[in-house]
């Protein structure tokens, strides 16, 4: 298995993009980088899948299937049968 | 959400709604421990507004040590609504931020000398990133929270500056088309917002960190968690096996919990559960040799017998620990969790029912 960090589900359509810049601010790992008044996928596998990007792109130039890196809240998910995993009440 | 979360909801909003005629209103929080009621009785008039300061007080440090190491975190709770800090007028900033105690004071203590509004919402107690990924700190929530303050009535400036991790649970222009107020993503860390108000932000002020000193400051929580827990099963082992399994077991803990928070950049493997299993590795090492010493008169075949378990059993323990600790890491995401869990779990469990059932084979014969 290669390193998780070289796949990602964030997908960016440059052809869609207006050059506001959100991406870039929101963003907590510097994923997108701003070039000629457009936004740049720079460092795709530096991303975490937080969603904040494509949340915030009124647009819609961003998409990415968003949700916590848990393991934890991944198995108990599992377990449960639910599809979106989520820390309970007592974690984070 | 459990039902005494609910009942805080319903009772929140039977209680607060304003009322020009009646001047006191009796405020009702249950908060979710469902055994401890906490009644407020509060003076309204016209303002709605809690007078707070960037102080923190002894009991308020007294409050973020235990959080920190996981005790009371849940109860540790400020009241959603709309604080002011020091003299705001109509042109002041508004900040936002989340009900978590750590929070609210984390915020409040970088604004000290900054006269402000600061918008509480009810995020159940929960921090800005974790809440805004749960969608309770969500652009809902900060609607309803804009209206339920009547945040029009105190400010002119149109204009609330939220966390940055808030941004995943936010969608700004959604926000500023419902209820004409911009919404700017301030910086990660609220130390840096008399920086960001001064137009002085730097790309660092937009990453997120996980130093040595971000990393160490999880430890307490989790060991907090695991005390007990490692304490029984050492009892146990110690009684059914001896005292090298025992120490197996709080050698686990302590490699898992302790160490691999702290060496996780220096683990030369790309992910948790590999880290995990190298570390395990390392540890199980010179159990084996223990435990292969600790049977002198035995056959070299029952010896190893007797000592192989401590391979299979420790690195699949310590690896499935790791593997637990990326929900506490900023940067793993979810579907590359998800391939770490169905490439690395398998091995784990069936290194681990390896190890014990030839152990358990082995005692026998033995």
């Keep these: 298995m290669k390193s998780k960090y070289l796949e990602t589900t964030l997908k960016y359509d440059a052809t869609l993009c207006t050059g506001c810049g959100m991406c870039s601010t929101v963003c907590p790992h510097g994923v997108f980088d701003q070039t000629d008044g457009m936004a740049q996928l720079a460092r795709p596998t530096a991303c975490m899948e937080c969603g904040a990007c494509a949340l915030n792109c009124t647009v819609r130039a961003i998409s990415v299937d968003a949700g916590t890196g848990c393991a934890t809240a991944q198995m108990i998910a599992s377990l449960k049968g639910s599809k979106e995993p989520t820390c309970g009440s007592g974690c984070c | 959400m459990n039902s005494s979360q609910g ?22 929080v249950l908060t979710s421990d469902a055994h401890r009621i906490i ?55 508004v900040f936002v931020t989340a009900n978590y105690g750590l929070s609210f004071d984390t915020l409040r203590r970088a ?64 926000v500023e088309r419902r209820t004409g ?13 008399p920086q960001y108000l001064q137009n002085h932000t730097t790309p660092n002020m937009r990453r997120v960190s996980f130093n040595f000193k971000d990393r160490s400051i999880l430890i ?11 304490i029984i099963l050492m009892a146990l ?22 160490v691999f928070p702290l060496l996780i950049p220096w683990i030369p493997t790309p992910n948790f559960s590999t880290k995990g299993f190298l570390l395990g590795s390392i540890v199980a090492a010179p159990l084996f040799l223990l435990a292969f010493l600790s ?6 075949w029952k010896k190893l017998g007797l000592a192989v378990p401590y391979l299979l059993i420790v690195p699949s323990l310590v690896a499935f620990i790791t593997l637990n600790y990326t929900g506490a890491t900023p940067f793993t995401s979810k579907s590359g969790v998800k391939r770490e869990i169905f490439a690395y779990f398998p091995i784990m469990f069936w290194m681990f029912l390896a190890g014990v059932f030839i152990g358990t084979l082995f005692r026998f014969i033995g």
């Design chain 2, 295 to 300: 049977f002198p008169s035995a056959i070299w």
């Design chain 2, 237 to 258: 082992l110690y009684f059914l096996s001896g005292p090298v399994p025992a120490l197996a077991a709080l050698l686990v803990v302590i490699a898992g919990l302790l």
């Design chain 2, 39 to 93: 009644i407020t009785l509060g003076l309204f008039g016209i303002n709605m507004i809690t007078p707070t300061t960037s102080s923190i007080t002894l009991t308020e440090k007294m409050q973020h040590i235990l959080a920190r190491a996981g005790l009371r975190r849940s109860r540790f709770r400020v009241r959603p609504g709309l604080y002011s800090l020091g003299n705001p007028n109509s042109k002041s900033h």
């Design chain 2, 181 to 193: 107020f911009k919404v700017e993503y301030g910086p990660v860390r609220a130390s840096d917002i």
């Design chain 2, 111 to 174: 604004l000290s000398n900054i006269d402000c509004y600061i918008l509480v919402l009810d995020t159940k107690g929960i921090n800005v990133w974790c809440a805004a990924g749960k969608g309770t700190f969500g652009t809902e929530e900060l609607i309803h929270r804009i209206g339920e303050v009547k945040l029009k009535d105190y400010v002119a400036r149109k204009i609330l500056i939220l966390p940055q991790l808030g941004a995943s649970g936010i969608a700004a222009h959604e």
């Design chain 2, 7 to 28: 009942n805080e909801a319903k009772c929140l909003s039977s209680n607060i709604r304003y009322n020009a005629h009646s001047t006191v209103h009796l405020i009702c």
């Design chain 2, 220 to 230: 307490p929580v989790e060991l907090t968690h695991m005390f007990l827990p490692t």
